[in-house]
């Protein structure tokens, strides 16, 4: 019997990039072995569950992304005995664990698709996504891949094209044809009887597309040298057909069979268009649908509150929020902000009312590390230079000490380590009484101390100058957020009420509050009101 309050709802997700996180073995890249040697951090730390981008067998043109084998465990990060270890270890300490699901598309080298281009006769060739060429013998219609160039590859052996929304090594699947969705629905099956707590659905809103091929439109506000190159057109037809939602559906029953299990999709789109993957009651989607709204909105605070507004407004009833500051794909939030509004933005992500995801060395203050040209590893940038979309940036090693490659490695990493390393890292952190590590251990204590912050309400979401406040509020207890989003001193009024301080972004203050509260420069408090 499942409890009143899924696991879920409550929790931190804690992401781990695993090439970065921890390498056992001495090859330079991180393996699960390095994660479970490393899970009492995340003990420590108080987050509740980590999900792991891709570690399945792979030829690594995406680095994980484009998977040869759905049930298997790549060498490079252990087999799939250490990932039962992991998982038991894990489990005895209360810890989930959520797995990166690649439902859209396969490596070329996945023995699915070498049968289907085997030729037009295989049985496996309605798997994939082939069409003729056009007439002018060149692509069948016009879409383009996210990652640069035209989303179709000729296949000379057979004379048509495969579709591919990414790399051409990584062929988009059809999950029109029901022999894919159930093939793909067993590799859920296969995780889940492992004992895995949820999955990370990535690139979930390409899984349909359009079935007649039409042409996309031209995007009228594509900006040539800022935009990604694919959003030239809208992709009215190779995201969010109709059909999609059938098989939102389907999944929540097959991850229902077994107890309380999270899906989470990866959907940057915008809020009205996230809604209905949380389908209804009577016929629910996914739990939690993305939401990467915090890394896309100006750093302002009119911005953020009207985003928090709508946002709770657009929420169904039976849908739970959740926020995302940090991931594999954008920049660090510390290189962004900088590392003074780095910690507010901290504090906005852990109380906000919804499911928060931390991303691995975002809670010691982390930035981007400059790549030189020869150690550029990411695809994307490769094929696009120069314009700033490589993510190698944000996927450096984890900074554990201030010894020889941050105590990643003893081996050169597949990533140079960030130069502060030395300063900026776990073993400095915890010695440090008003570090960033600090400041997240006690944010994520509170969390759980208050069940205003994990699972109350939230209400009075307003601006006072260049500060954001919000209350959050359970079972009659108030807590008053108020953040600072500059770095000059400001105020904000309680009107008639008073209350005391429980936690300030500067960790130096608990001191009792009438009237109004003082913020120092780049501070955030929490105010429990009376």
Not at 37 to 53: C, F, H, K
Not at 146 to 165: C, E, I, K, N, S
Not at 237 to 256: G, H, K, S
Request: with cysteine; proline share 8%.
């Amino acid at each position: 019997m499942q409890a009143a309050t899924p696991w879920w709802q409550s929790a931190t997700i804690y992401h781990i990039y695993p090439r970065s996180f921890q390498d056992s073995n001495g090859d330079g890249v991180g393996d699960l072995p390095g994660i479970n040697a490393r899970l009492d951090y995340l003990v420590e730390l108080g987050v509740d569950a980590l999900w792991l981008s891709p570690i399945y067998p792979s030829p690594m043109a995406d680095f994980g992304y484009d998977v040869s084998d759905f049930t298997d465990i790549h060498p490079l990060f252990g087999n799939l005995a250490d990932f039962e270890v992991l998982i038991r270890e894990a489990h005895a300490r209360d810890l989930r664990v959520i797995l990166d699901y690649i439902p859209n598309h396969s490596s070329d080298r996945h023995p699915w698709f070498q049968a289907s281009r085997a030729s037009r006769d295989d049985p496996r060739r309605d798997w994939y996504l082939w069409r003729d060429p056009a007439p002018d013998g060149g692509p069948p219609n016009n879409w383009l891949s996210q990652f640069g160039g035209p989303a179709w590859t000729l296949d000379q052996l057979t004379g048509q094209y495969y579709y591919h929304a990414y790399l051409r090594e990584q062929p988009d699947l059809n999950w029109r044809n029901p022999e894919v969705r159930e093939a793909m629905f067993q590799v859920l099956r296969f995780w889940l009887e492992r004992g895995v707590d949820g999955f990370r659905l990535d690139a979930f809103r390409r899984l349909v597309k359009d079935a007649g091929y039409r042409d996309e439109p031209p995007n009228p506000e594509y900006c040539p040298g800022v935009d990604n190159p694919a959003k030239q057109l809208l992709s009215i037809y190779t995201t969010e057909q109709p059909e999609l939602f059938d098989i939102v559906q389907d999944m929540r029953r097959l991850a229902d069979d077994y107890g309380e299990r999270v899906l989470i999709g990866e959907l940057y789109l915008p809020i009205e268009r996230l809604m209905p993957f949380y389908g209804t009651p009577e016929a629910p989607g996914i739990q939690l649908p993305g939401n990467f709204h915090l890394l896309m909105r100006p750093w302002e605070t009119t911005a953020l509150a009207d985003l928090i507004r709508e946002y709770e407004a657009a929420l169904p009833a039976h849908g739970w929020p959740n926020w995302v500051l940090g991931n594999h794909d954008n920049h660090r939030i510390a290189s962004k902000l900088g590392p003074a509004q780095a910690r507010v933005a901290a504090m906005l992500l852990l109380t906000l009312r919804g499911t928060p995801t931390l991303y691995y060395g975002d809670e010691l203050g982390m930035q981007d590390v400059l790549i030189p040209p020869h150690r550029v590893q990411d695809p994307w940038e490769l094929n696009v230079p120069g314009q700033g979309f490589g993510r190698d940036p944000e996927r450096t090693p984890m900074q554990w000490t201030d010894g020889i490659h941050a105590g990643f490695s003893r081996v050169e990493p597949w990533l140079p380590v960030a130069a502060d390393a030395h300063r900026i890292n776990v073993e400095s952190e915890r010695a440090d009484s008003h570090s960033m590590l600090n400041l997240h251990r006690c944010l994520l204590w509170l969390r759980r101390q208050e069940t205003a912050l994990s699972l109350g309400a939230i209400d009075t979401v307003r601006t006072e100058g260049a500060c954001l406040c919000y209350r959050r509020v359970a079972n009659g207890r108030r807590l008053l957020v108020a953040l600072n989003l500059s770095d000059t001193e400001a105020q904000v009024s309680l009107g008639a009420g008073r209350g005391r301080i429980l936690l300030s972004t500067h960790l130096d203050r608990e001191d009792a509050v009438a009237g109004m509260v003082r913020l120092r420069g780049d501070e955030g408090v929490v105010v429990a009101l009376r």
